[in-house]
Structures are given as structure tokens and as C-alpha cells.
């Protein structure tokens, strides 16, 4: 039979702790069900009003209440383990601190995970949207939260005395109070529950909005599709490409290579860009500055190399005005080395080899060189100009990339009848061409993998919210669960150990209250070094 559980004077003072703290000033209540007090380092805002509530649902369901909360209970020991492993780990750390000055600048993958505080801030950094983000799902996961500490609570029969909304000096928190002889009278495993119910429930809130972010696709699948090519959601004004990408365009492919997701066209922007990097650094036209691009290529006719503009040089550099860009002769290369008779010696012709031509009449271009291996890393290449044509690609600037774009337009009049499955050679698509740095032009427009199969404009947003929504609720809630399992002051940790440690341990009382004390003052200390170690490490990087 299990002994009920007696709580301490210090353990009793910590279930109601707010209760006993004097107020600077006098304790206002503005209407029926609602109190706050205020002081100099803590105000809160008490609320009574679903006190009754609450109780009435814990006691009609106490019995399925209890089966859900007693699961919990092995998932928030679990936890409790998971943390204790490794601040004992940031304890060795510590420990090496003096002896190693390299430890402390590197970020164990068990510390940066342990709060879900990077996960989070990368999944939610969409400023300042993100921040609104945070907010709702931080206060979706408190409110699940504390919900569990009083459902478990009202299922033992025990009665509530306010819910409240705190902040202590500059950290904002809520708790549950409950009344204390109640809570005095329950067993071991009763109190348990109670204790582990908010960390069980900010975990299984969790899993759910896990699980509901992977079907989401199948969830949406009636009124969207998902899974083609990414559609564009915003352009701001800043970006390099609100020239020629607008809200609901769908971007096809990059460089002639299918873009299917937004990593993808995140992956291969930083590809091409390191590609190029390379090019610049060994593949260089003799002693100049001057380097043809070695993944692309054009079929000029000669009559238009014959009318090109004069190019100009400075420091080695072509110069074109207006919309001419430069462009250079380059060699056909097999697998086996040059053809076409060039040699190194061609390298003392390189400038006249240079022409001005307008970058318009590039698209109507058949390509050549390397346009038909759609694969990055093959740098063989081949001729497919006529006799009357000439392979001619663009000079490569230092840290400028040259890109070919394909969109579509699904929503113009002539994709309204293949709107599922349009064609990229259909009249509703369009390429361009960009200059420039590619890995923040990617980054610069906002893409989303789902695109609405009936024409309503603010329909487009909908799966983008609520994505970013449920990614931000995991992480908040699992970073919650996982703060609340840590074995120091003013959290549920506390009072989960004391359990454990009053009741499963031969020790005198006194030595017990040692041993508690002296975890708990070790658990927050290390815990306070390892969230600065984590900010620190998400501030520098």
C-alpha cells in the first residue's frame, strides 16, 4: 500500500510559494475571480474563475485522467535522466575549462539540443513574423502545461487555489497553486502525477504537432498541391529578383537542373556559387583577370559577333555598357582534352576574342557547352553549334554568378485549363537571366512547397502559417518539457527529485534535505552555465 506523501516545511512553502510573498503593495482585486499582486522584483496576475471548472472535468474523468497522467510519469523520469546525463557531462566540461581553453569554444551537440533553443530559433527566424510565431506557440505550450498540473491535480481530488500569470524580475512564467492539505494527504505516486503531469503534456503536445507537420501534405492534399516545385509566397521590394518573380510564380528550375523542393533551390544557388568560386581560382585565361564561364554556353550566329559592340578594357577587365555584357569565345572539350585546334597559345588572343552583346537576345540562344549535363560536378562539355555558330559564354567577374531562371505563371489565363500539370514550354512560363551573388538571391524571396488548386489569393498563405506555426509549437513545447525535467529550483525538476529522493532513499531526513539541497544547488548552477554557453554560442555564430 503506498504511504502517503508528507512534504516538508520548505517543499509545502514551494507548492503555494507565491502565496506567503509580502506585497509592496496591497493585494487589488479588480473584479470577481481575478487578483494581482505587485512588488518591486515580482508581479502576478491570479486567476480563480476556472478553479471549479477544472475540478468538476478532473473529477468526472479522474479515472481515465489517472491511466493518461501515471503514463507520464515514465516519460518524465526519462527526462529527468536525459538532462541529469548531460549536466553531468557539462560538469566534466567544466571541470577541463582551465585546463583546455579550446572546450569553451566548441558547442557539444548534446548541450545545443538539450533546450531545442537552436532548433527553434532557426525554424522561427523569420523576423519579425518569427517572433510572432514564438509568442502564440509559447503560450500554447504554458497554458498545455499548466493545464496538465491541474487536470492530474483535480483527478487526485485535489482542489485548486488560482492559476497565475507571473513575472519575476525580468523572466515571465506561470503556476498553479493548490491547496496544501490536500495535497499533503496524497500518496507517493499521486503526487507524481501531479508533479509530472505539465512535463508530460508539453511532450505529447509535441509529438502531436510533429505528427500533424509530417501528414500535413496528406491533410491538404484536397485543396492543395504539394511536393512539385516551389512557389514564391513574397518577393520583398529589396530583393534582386522583385524584378522578375512576384507572388504566386512557381520556379522550375535553375541552370536547366529541376528545382523540386525550396532545399533544393537553396542546395543547388550554393552549389553553382561554390562551382564558380572554383573556376575563378583554376581556371583562369592566362595572366588576366578575364575567365569564361565553364558551365554555359551560347550559339551566336557570326553575323551577330560581326555587329557587337567595341569592348573596353580596364585593369584587365571587359567592360560593356548598358544591357551588353561580355562574352568570350571557349573551347569544345571532351573527356579526352581540346579540340577544335585550341592550345595554351590561343591565350595572346583572349581580348580579341572578347564581344559585347545584348543580353535579351541570349534566351532566343541555343545553348552549348556543358548545358546538357544538368549535373554540377561534370565539368566534361561539348559543341553543338553549327558551322555558322560560335560557343560563346560569359565572362565570369570575380564573386558575380551567372544563373539562368525558369518560372511559371500557373495562374495566367493560358495555364488556367493545365494548371495541375503544366508544361515549362507553355506560354505561362518564362526564364531570365541573373548576375550576381546567388546564395542571397535564393535567400532572399520566401518560397513554399504548396500551391492552391482553386485561384484564391490569401489561400496561397495558409499552409505557410501553419507550418511555421506547428514547427515552432514542437520545438517551444518539446524546450519547455526538457527545462522542466532539469533538477533545479522553482521547476518541476525540484520537486520530482524530492519524491524520488524522500522516498526511495534508507537516509536520515536530515541527510536527505543535504542531499537534495546539495543537487539542486549543483543542477542550477551548471544549468545557468550551459544557457549562457548556449546564447553565447547562438550570438557568435
Same mark, same amino acid.
Given at each position: 500500500m503506498p504511504g502517503r506523501w508528507r512534504r516538508s516545511k520548505r517543499s509545502m512553502a514551494q507548492v503555494d510559494v507565491h502565496a506567503h510573498i509580502p506585497s509592496l503593495l496591497p493585494l487589488t482585486t479588480s473584479r470577481k475571480g481575478i487578483s494581482n499582486a505587485i512588488s518591486c522584483w515580482y508581479c502576478d496576475y491570479k486567476i480563480t474563475s476556472f478553479n471549479e471548472l477544472i475540478f468538476q472535468f478532473g473529477r468526472r474523468h479522474a479515472r481515465a485522467l489517472r491511466t493518461w497522467f501515471s503514463i507520464g510519469i515514465g516519460f518524465s523520469l526519462a527526462a529527468l535522466a536525459v538532462v541529469a546525463t548531460v549536466l553531468f557531462r557539462e560538469t566534466k566540461i567544466i571541470m577541463h575549462i582551465f585546463v583546455n581553453s579550446n572546450v569553451i569554444r566548441g558547442l557539444p551537440i548534446s548541450c545545443s539540443s538539450l533546450f531545442g533553443l537552436p532548433s527553434l530559433i532557426s525554424s522561427c527566424s523569420f523576423f519579425p513574423a518569427g517572433a510572432g510565431y514564438i509568442i502564440i506557440s509559447t503560450l500554447i505550450s504554458v497554458a498545455f502545461h499548466e493545464f496538465g498540473h491541474a487536470a492530474a491535480a483535480a483527478s487526485e481530488g485535489v482542489k485548486l487555489e488560482y492559476v497565475a500569470v507571473f513575472i519575476a524580475l525580468l523572466f515571465p512564467g506561470a503556476l498553479v497553486a493548490f491547496n496544501h492539505d490536500a495535497l499533503q494527504d496524497s500518496s507517493c505516486f499521486s503526487a507524481l502525477r501531479i508533479y509530472c503531469a505539465g512535463i508530460w503534456h508539453n511532450?505529447?503536445?509535441?509529438?502531436?504537432?510533429?505528427?500533424?507537420?509530417?501528414?500535413?501534405?496528406?491533410?491538404?492534399?484536397?485543396?492543395?498541391?504539394?511536393?512539385?516545385?516551389? !512557389?514564391?509566397?513574397?518577393?520583398?521590394?529589396?530583393?534582386?529578383?522583385?524584378?522578375?518573380l512576384s507572388h504566386g510564380h512557381v520556379i522550375l528550375s535553375l541552370d536547366g537542373m529541376h528545382v523540386h523542393s525550396v532545399d533544393d533551390w537553396i542546395n543547388l544557388s550554393a552549389e553553382i556559387s561554390e562551382l564558380t568560386f572554383q573556376n575563378e581560382t583554376h581556371s583562369r585565361l592566362g595572366e588576366n583577370n578575364l575567365m569564361a564561364n565553364g558551365r554555359r554556353g551560347y550559339c551566336f550566329p557570326n553575323f551577330m559577333l560581326k555587329e557587337s559592340n567595341?569592348?573596353?578594357?580596364?585593369?584587365?577587365?571587359?567592360? @560593356?555598357?548598358?544591357?551588353?555584357?561580355?562574352?568570350?569565345?571557349?573551347? @569544345?572539350? /571532351?573527356?579526352?582534352?581540346?579540340?577544335?585546334?585550341?592550345?595554351?597559345?590561343? %591565350?595572346?588572343?583572349?581580348?580579341?576574342?572578347?564581344?559585347?552583346?545584348?543580353?535579351?537576345?541570349?534566351?532566343?540562344?541555343?545553348?552549348?557547352? /556543358?548545358?546538357?549535363?544538368?549535373?554540377?560536378?561534370?565539368?566534361?562539355?561539348?559543341?553543338?553549334?553549327?558551322?555558322?555558330?560560335?560557343?560563346?559564354?560569359?565572362?565570369? !567577374?570575380?564573386?558575380?554568378?551567372?544563373?539562368?531562371?525558369?518560372?511559371?505563371?500557373? $495562374?495566367?489565363?493560358?495555364?488556367? $485549363? /493545365?494548371?495541375? $500539370?503544366?508544361?515549362?514550354?507553355? %506560354? @505561362? /512560363?518564362?526564364?531570365?537571366?541573373?548576375?550576381?551573388?546567388?546564395?542571397? !538571391?535564393?535567400?532572399?524571396?520566401?518560397?513554399? !512547397?504548396?500551391?492552391?488548386?482553386?485561384?484564391?489569393?490569401?489561400?496561397?498563405?495558409?499552409?505557410?502559417?501553419?507550418?511555421?506555426?506547428?514547427?515552432?509549437?514542437?520545438?517551444?513545447?518539446?524546450?519547455?518539457?526538457?527545462? %522542466?525535467?532539469?533538477?533545479?529550483?522553482?521547476?518541476?525538476?525540484?520537486?520530482?527529485?524530492?519524491?524520488?529522493?524522500f522516498q526511495l532513499t534508507s537516509l536520515s531526513p536530515r541527510n536527505k534535505e543535504k542531499v537534495l539541497r546539495s543537487f539542486l544547488i549543483a543542477g542550477t548552477l551548471i544549468s545557468i552555465f550551459l544557457l549562457l554557453r548556449i546564447f553565447f554560442h547562438l550570438l557568435i555564430s
Open positions: 511532450t505529447a503536445l509535441s509529438a502531436a504537432s510533429g505528427l500533424i507537420l509530417f501528414f500535413l501534405p496528406l491533410i491538404l492534399f484536397p485543396l492543395y498541391i504539394h511536393g512539385q516545385s516551389p !512557389m514564391v509566397l513574397d518577393v520583398p521590394y529589396t530583393s534582386p529578383l522583385s524584378s522578375y567595341k569592348v573596353q578594357f580596364t585593369h584587365d577587365q571587359a567592360t @560593356c555598357f548598358g544591357d551588353f555584357t561580355s562574352f568570350t569565345s571557349i573551347p @569544345c572539350v /571532351s573527356s579526352t582534352g581540346l579540340i577544335d585546334g585550341y592550345t595554351e597559345d590561343n %591565350n595572346s588572343n583572349r581580348k580579341e576574342g572578347i564581344y559585347c552583346l545584348n543580353v535579351n537576345d541570349v534566351m532566343k540562344l541555343n545553348k552549348c557547352s /556543358s548545358w546538357d549535363k544538368a549535373v554540377i560536378n561534370d565539368n566534361t562539355s561539348s559543341c553543338m553549334c553549327s558551322r555558322d555558330e560560335t560557343c560563346l559564354s560569359p565572362v565570369q !567577374m570575380p564573386g558575380l554568378v551567372w544563373v539562368e531562371i525558369t518560372y511559371l505563371n500557373p $495562374y495566367s489565363s493560358d495555364c488556367f $485549363y /493545365s494548371r495541375e $500539370y503544366p508544361l515549362p514550354s507553355s %506560354n @505561362c /512560363s518564362g526564364t531570365f537571366i541573373f548576375v550576381g551573388d546567388v546564395v542571397s !538571391m535564393a535567400r532572399s524571396i520566401q518560397l513554399t !512547397m504548396y500551391r492552391p488548386r482553386f485561384d484564391f489569393h490569401f489561400a496561397t498563405y495558409l499552409p505557410d502559417v501553419l507550418e511555421k506555426i506547428l514547427s515552432c509549437l514542437f520545438h517551444t513545447s518539446l524546450a519547455l518539457a526538457l527545462l %522542466n525535467s532539469l533538477p533545479v529550483y522553482c521547476l518541476d525538476g525540484e520537486s520530482i527529485l524530492e519524491i524520488l529522493i
